[in-house]
């Protein structure tokens, strides 16, 4: 129901926005208010991912498929990245290697909206850049974002998808020493 008024909202919003004769403070005042809606839709699809699936999957639980092994980067020219996702004493564990880090640390699962997979989180690893939602000369709406300090990515049977870097509404970084948009990481050894 929230969701549905949220995207009700977004929609009279631009409605009304394509009405009006704008000059640039209500341009300004439109990118936030879309911003604000953008950041509503994004955290409430998080919550509804993480109360309609399991936190932290186990190694006890029946997982999907086999997710323990090392998952390696498909395109090591523009980014080497190891990862090894192992369970340690029942908890979910990684290691990481890329070109300007190495980190060890535990991670977490949670299954898809569609059962078929996972989101799989690893935890302490600060972003390179979070600047989030801009307006449109740019600039940072709110000023005092902090570096998020969790990766989180697609896990399916084959490897794992990491979106790198935002785009113009919303800026940030995870892997400054990446430069893909996408990070695919292929199972390569169990």
Same mark, same amino acid.
């Given at each position: 129901?929230?969701?549905?008024?949220?995207?009700?909202?977004?929609?009279?919003?631009?409605?009304?926005?394509?009405?009006?004769?704008?000059?640039?403070?209500?341009?300004?005042?439109?990118?936030?208010?879309?911003?604000?809606?953008?950041?509503?839709?994004?955290?409430?699809?998080?919550?509804?991912?993480?109360? !309609?699936?399991?936190?932290?999957?186990?190694?006890?639980?029946?997982?999907?498929?086999?997710?323990?092994?090392?998952?390696?980067?498909?395109?090591?020219? !523009?980014?080497?990245?190891?990862?090894?996702?192992?369970?340690?004493?029942?908890?979910?564990?990684?290691?990481?290697?890329?070109?300007?880090?190495?980190?060890?640390?535990?991670?977490?699962?949670?299954?898809?909206?569609?059962?078929?997979?996972?989101?799989?989180?690893?935890?302490?690893?600060?972003?390179?850049?979070?600047?989030?939602?801009?307006?449109?000369?740019?600039?940072?709406?709110?000023?005092?974002?902090?570096?998020?300090?969790?990766?989180?990515?697609?896990?399916?049977?084959?490897?794992?998808?990491?979106?790198?870097?935002?785009?113009?509404?919303?800026?940030?970084?995870?892997?400054?020493?990446?430069?893909?948009?996408?990070?695919?990481?292929?199972?390569?050894?169990?």
């Amino acid at each position: 129901m929230k969701k549905a008024t949220i995207i009700f909202t977004l929609i009279f919003t631009l409605a009304i926005q394509s009405c009006v004769k704008k000059d640039d403070k209500q341009i300004e005042n439109t990118a936030r208010v879309n911003a604000t809606l953008h950041d509503s839709l994004t955290k409430q699809n998080d919550s509804l991912q993480r109360d !309609s699936s399991q936190k932290n999957i186990t190694k006890n639980n029946n997982l999907l498929f086999d997710i323990e092994g090392l998952y390696q980067s498909k395109d090591n020219a !523009s980014c080497k990245m190891d990862l090894k996702l192992y369970y340690s004493e029942g908890k979910l564990k990684y290691d990481l290697i890329t070109d300007n880090q190495t980190r060890t640390d535990f991670a977490t699962l949670t299954l898809d909206e569609k059962k078929e997979g996972y989101f799989v989180t690893l935890k302490n690893i600060k972003w390179s850049k979070n600047i989030g939602a801009v307006d449109p000369e740019g600039n940072a709406i709110d000023k005092n974002l902090s570096l998020p300090d969790e990766i989180q990515g697609s896990l399916d049977k084959n490897g794992i998808m990491i979106q790198n870097y935002g785009n113009a509404m919303n800026d940030y970084e995870k892997f400054a020493e990446c430069g893909l948009k996408y990070i695919s990481l292929i199972k390569v050894v169990k």
